[in-house]
């Protein structure tokens, strides 16, 4: 079901917009009996897995209560089920699920290792298609002319490949935007919007980990469409969208102008709209967004976390009162929260999809560690996500941190706050949430504009330990500016992280520096990675970065400038 001409059947649209808006209601219904679905999701998992090598271990068939279900099973992380994974993977049946999987999610961990998450039909149909087709409601609700036509969405993500890689099984082994759920699941209303735009399957030849040129090729595609929409998920592709332009832009004209598409023969040349895009540069100065498509209506991606300082800044590139629409609190291994309205970058936690516990974010994760249900959790606090559901996954760690804004129906409405890991070199104990809120307040009492940071602790000799803040600045920021930046920041820490102020007062930490970037050298590092060949979804905004090489070359980029 990505076809243009799906998209185009008056039908299937009538259809896809009762399902998703269908989904979105149920969800929202389901909030004023959460206590009821929690329980329901927790009884069928044990019943549905109590056959399975995991379940008998854990002697799922006796387990009523929640607490019963504590005392039964350590919270795990993907290293503690890795075992077990690796034993499906190889072809092993009911090891953790009563079904087996039908594909493998893969996904960066931590250390950058590509994990096998396993993907069960019962997974897909009971937590992830409502789910899944509930995030779509507000954007065809509030834009409907979104899904006017197959090329009106420029999905970043949407990335098929027609030979995925397996496991020793033989089933792929990939990402979920690599994955036809119509084919593989039945779903024949899954295909996400733009999945139908010409650029939805390359018309031409590339090489499966070429990632740039195919960035490339759709982008140049969709200059010559009236995109409405873009679909990131992750903010850091759609943030690189004006920087691509401007850097292919003689390469995209030549094209249109040519009718070419990577130099082979493609369709009639069009020197009009060739001439009317060299118009565009040469009267704006460069080409943004809004110049290319002038009736941008939406972007559709993640709007926390590092994005939430750049966000703004982003907005306004694609043109005036282009919406940002937060995507769900989610992660491959499974759903967290979902906007069923147009706040900003929160959503309700998706009661009907697996049973949630959690712990305070500046406790450890640890296999015996008490946790909280969703009725305990308090709003302005980070907690650590943990969950269990029928695919298999158990009190499982799903190392994300979300922050509480409100509740609705009593129950919280979650927004991603950051990674769980900490950066502890001195005792500070520092995670991504704590440091993000201290850049946004150090921008903010400064008034200077921050488009992307990252930091790195230092051991310099003849000076005290110390984080190093690389900075990218929207224009140039003076070096009063940058000292008084720096002072706000270390102090904004130190008040977001106790053990960090208590560093910097023992004399373990020295003040945070600061090192002025230009405000394009986060989009050449992510160019760089994914030219390497990494895959556009899996290079995100990372804030704590020790590794010494990617640091140099982020900081050394040509135009760096040192605070």
């Given at each position: 079901?990505?076809s243009?001409?799906?998209?185009?059947?008056?039908?299937r649209?009538?259809?896809?917009?009762e399902?998703?808006?269908g989904?979105?209601?149920?969800l929202?219904d389901?909030l004023?009996?959460?206590?009821?679905h929690?329980?329901?999701?927790?009884a069928?998992?044990l019943?549905y897995?109590a056959?399975t090598?995991?379940g008998?271990?854990?002697?799922?068939?006796?387990?009523?209560?929640?607490?019963?279900?504590?005392?039964?099973?350590?919270?795990?992380?993907?290293?503690a089920?890795?075992?077990?994974?690796e034993?499906?993977?190889?072809?092993?049946s009911?090891?953790?699920?009563?079904?087996?999987?039908?594909?493998?999610?893969t996904s960066?961990g931590?250390?950058?290792?590509?994990?096998?998450?396993?993907?069960t039909?019962?997974f897909?149909?009971?937590?992830?298609?409502?789910?899944?087709?509930?995030?779509?409601?507000?954007?065809?609700?509030?834009?409907?002319?979104?899904?006017?036509r197959?090329?009106a969405?420029?999905n970043?993500?949407?990335d098929?490949?027609?030979?995925?890689p397996?496991?020793a099984?033989?089933?792929?082994?990939?990402?979920a935007?690599?994955?036809?759920?119509?084919?593989?699941?039945?779903?024949?209303?899954s295909?996400?919007?733009?999945?139908?735009?010409?650029?939805g399957?390359?018309?031409?030849?590339?090489?499966?980990?070429?990632?740039?040129?195919?960035t490339?090729?759709?982008?140049?595609?969709?200059?010559?469409?009236?995109?409405?929409?873009?679909?990131?998920i992750?903010?850091?592709?759609?943030?690189?969208?004006?920087?691509?332009?401007?850097?292919?832009?003689?390469?995209?004209?030549?094209?249109i102008?040519?009718?070419?598409?990577?130099?082979?023969?493609?369709?009639r040349?069009a020197?009009?709209?060739?001439?009317?895009?060299?118009r565009?540069?040469?009267?704006f100065?460069?080409?943004?967004?809004?110049?290319?498509w002038p009736h941008?209506?939406a972007?559709?991606c993640w709007?926390?976390?590092?994005?939430?300082?750049?966000?703004?800044r982003?907005?306004?590139?694609?043109?005036?009162?282009?919406?940002?629409l937060?995507?769900p609190?989610?992660?491959?291994e499974g759903p967290?929260?979902?906007?069923?309205?147009?706040?900003?970058?929160?959503?309700?936690?998706?009661?009907?999809a697996?049973a949630?516990?959690?712990l305070?974010?500046?406790?450890d994760v640890?296999?015996?560690?008490?946790?909280?249900?969703?009725?305990?959790?308090?709003?302005?606090?980070?907690?650590?996500?943990?969950?269990?559901h029928?695919?298999?996954l158990?009190r499982?760690?799903?190392?994300?941190?979300?922050r509480?804004?409100?509740?609705?129906?009593?129950?919280?409405?979650?927004?991603?706050?950051g990674?769980?890991?900490?950066?502890?070199?001195?005792?500070?104990?520092?995670?991504?949430?704590?440091?993000?809120?201290?850049?946004?307040?150090a921008a903010?009492?400064?008034?200077?504009?921050v488009r992307?940071?990252?930091?790195?602790?230092e051991?310099?000799?003849g000076?005290?330990p110390h984080?190093?803040?690389?900075?990218a600045?929207?224009?140039?920021?003076?070096?009063?500016?940058?000292?008084?930046?720096?002072?706000?920041?270390?102090?904004?820490?130190?008040?977001?992280?106790p053990a960090?102020r208590?560093?910097?007062?023992?004399?373990?930490?020295?003040?945070?520096r600061?090192?002025?970037?230009?405000?394009?050298?986060?989009?050449?590092?992510w160019?760089?990675?994914?030219?390497?060949?990494?895959?556009?979804?899996?290079?995100?905004d990372?804030?704590?970065?020790?590794?010494i090489?990617?640091?140099e070359?982020?900081?050394?980029?040509?135009g760096a400038a040192?605070?």
């Amino acid at each position: 079901m990505n076809s243009a001409e799906s998209w185009t059947d008056p039908d299937r649209l009538r259809r896809y917009r009762e399902r998703v808006l269908g989904e979105r209601r149920r969800l929202a219904d389901a909030l004023a009996h959460a206590a009821d679905h929690q329980q329901r999701v927790l009884a069928e998992l044990l019943e549905y897995n109590a056959g399975t090598g995991y379940g008998r271990a854990h002697s799922f068939g006796s387990i009523r209560t929640l607490d019963d279900f504590r005392k039964a099973v350590p919270i795990n992380d993907y290293a503690a089920l890795a075992p077990w994974i690796e034993r499906m993977a190889a072809g092993e049946s009911n090891v953790l699920s009563a079904d087996d999987p039908a594909v493998y999610f893969t996904s960066s961990g931590t250390t950058g290792a590509h994990k096998k998450i396993p993907v069960t039909p019962s997974f897909m149909r009971r937590t992830f298609f409502p789910f899944y087709y509930a995030a779509w409601a507000p954007l065809i609700e509030h834009h409907p002319d979104v899904l006017a036509r197959p090329d009106a969405v420029l999905n970043l993500k949407h990335d098929p490949v027609s030979a995925p890689p397996t496991t020793a099984s033989g089933h792929p082994h990939v990402g979920a935007s690599q994955v036809d759920f119509g084919a593989r699941f039945g779903e024949t209303l899954s295909a996400e919007p733009g999945t139908g735009a010409p650029w939805g399957t390359l018309p031409v030849s590339v090489e499966r980990d070429d990632h740039l040129e195919k960035t490339y090729l759709r982008l140049r595609l969709a200059v010559q469409s009236d995109v409405r929409c873009v679909i990131g998920i992750n903010p850091a592709m759609v943030a690189a969208l004006p920087y691509q332009l401007a850097l292919w832009w003689p390469r995209i004209v030549k094209e249109i102008r040519d009718g070419t598409l990577g130099g082979l023969p493609h369709t009639r040349p069009a020197p009009e709209r060739a001439a009317e895009l060299e118009r565009l540069a040469e009267r704006f100065g460069t080409v943004r967004p809004a110049h290319v498509w002038p009736h941008m209506r939406a972007l559709f991606c993640w709007t926390t976390g590092m994005a939430s300082l750049y966000l703004p800044r982003l907005r306004e590139e694609f043109g005036v009162g282009v919406a940002a629409l937060p995507a769900p609190v989610a992660a491959s291994e499974g759903p967290v929260g979902v906007a069923l309205d147009r706040h900003g970058s929160a959503g309700s936690l998706v009661v009907t999809a697996s049973a949630y516990e959690f712990l305070d974010a500046d406790e450890d994760v640890r296999p015996d560690a008490p946790t909280l249900t969703y009725r305990e959790l308090e709003p302005g606090r980070d907690y650590h996500v943990v969950f269990s559901h029928i695919g298999g996954l158990y009190r499982y760690a799903v190392g994300d941190v979300v922050r509480v804004v409100d509740h609705v129906e009593g129950v919280p409405r979650l927004e991603y706050a950051g990674r769980s890991t900490r950066s502890d070199a001195a005792g500070e104990r520092l995670r991504d949430s704590q440091v993000l809120r201290a850049l946004a307040t150090a921008a903010g009492g400064t008034g200077l504009d921050v488009r992307n940071a990252a930091c790195r602790f230092e051991r310099p000799k003849g000076a005290a330990p110390h984080y190093t803040f690389a900075v990218a600045a929207r224009g140039p920021w003076s070096t009063p500016e940058t000292d008084r930046f720096a002072a706000l920041l270390d102090t904004a820490i130190g008040r977001e992280g106790p053990a960090y102020r208590a560093a910097r007062r023992a004399g373990r930490l020295g003040p945070a520096r600061v090192r002025r970037l230009d405000g394009e050298a986060f989009l050449r590092d992510w160019h760089t990675s994914v030219a390497s060949g990494i895959r556009p979804t899996q290079v995100k905004d990372r804030l704590f970065r020790q590794d010494i090489a990617q640091w140099e070359r982020l900081t050394g980029a040509p135009g760096a400038a040192r605070g």
